[in-house]
């Protein structure tokens, strides 16, 4: 695959997201005290801009240009990825404050996997990482990844255009259509258990503050490796 002048613009745009937090204190300061303040609002910006990144340079593996960008649908993506970004990271919230205590009730830690949580890395985080990890990808996962198929499918169906919304999603016949086989034996079967919970048990022993631009990143990453398997 040769590397293009468009290709060229796209790494630009990455490093033109990133760099200017690295080069400027006072502007990380404030991303930092603005995503403590609204973590769901800034999450689904972080997805918005990073997981379409990522499906762009999977079509770009996938196809060997961007020629289909057009109806590949960037923007509409980009506006379901915020919503699902923001529903993301409720749902990190969620399971990351509930299961450290069903794990230490589960092993009898008497709250020193809850404890743990909040400091460095131990044996007794990498249980609770794990475990939230775990209990995430198979509780939440798999209808997540369900209504990402269909809105997916439904922006492909109008074309890629804005118009997908303004017209009715036919959840039914989308889903009647979808291939269950592959979605269970490669999507749920395979990249949950090899992929997906073994990258987000590293999430969740970061530090809460980067735990959702990791998470978000992770959406690149996939996307480029099944662009690689799909062409394989």
Request: include cysteine; aromatic fraction near 16%.
């Amino acid at each position: 695959m040769k590397f293009t002048g468009r290709d060229l613009l796209l790494c630009l745009l990455i490093v033109a997201l990133f760099l200017p937090f690295f080069l400027s204190q006072p502007l990380y300061a404030a991303y930092h005290d603005f995503n403590a303040r609204h973590a769901v609002f800034l999450g689904g910006i972080k997805f918005a801009v990073l997981s379409t990144i990522g499906e762009v340079i999977a079509l770009r593996i996938r196809t060997g240009s961007y020629a289909d960008l057009k109806t590949f649908g960037v923007v509409p993506r980009m506006v379901v990825w915020f919503f699902l970004g923001a529903w993301i990271v409720m749902a990190m919230r969620i399971f990351g404050a509930g299961t450290p205590p069903l794990a230490d009730y589960i092993c009898s830690a008497d709250g020193k996997i809850v404890e743990a949580m909040k400091g460095g890395v131990s044996w007794y985080k990498l249980i609770g990482a794990f475990s939230i990890s775990l209990l995430q990808n198979t509780a939440f996962a798999p209808v997540f990844m369900t209504l990402h198929k269909i809105t997916d499918t439904h922006i492909m169906n109008c074309g890629g255009s804005l118009r997908a919304f303004c017209t009715p999603m036919r959840v039914g016949d989308i889903m009647a259509g979808l291939n269950w086989k592959a979605q269970w034996s490669f999507v749920f079967k395979k990249t949950i258990p090899f992929f997906w919970i073994p990258a987000h048990t590293v999430t969740f022993m970061l530090p809460g503050e980067y735990q959702v631009l990791f998470a978000a990143f992770l959406g690149i990453v996939l996307g480029v490796i099944l662009a690689f398997a799909a062409n394989k």
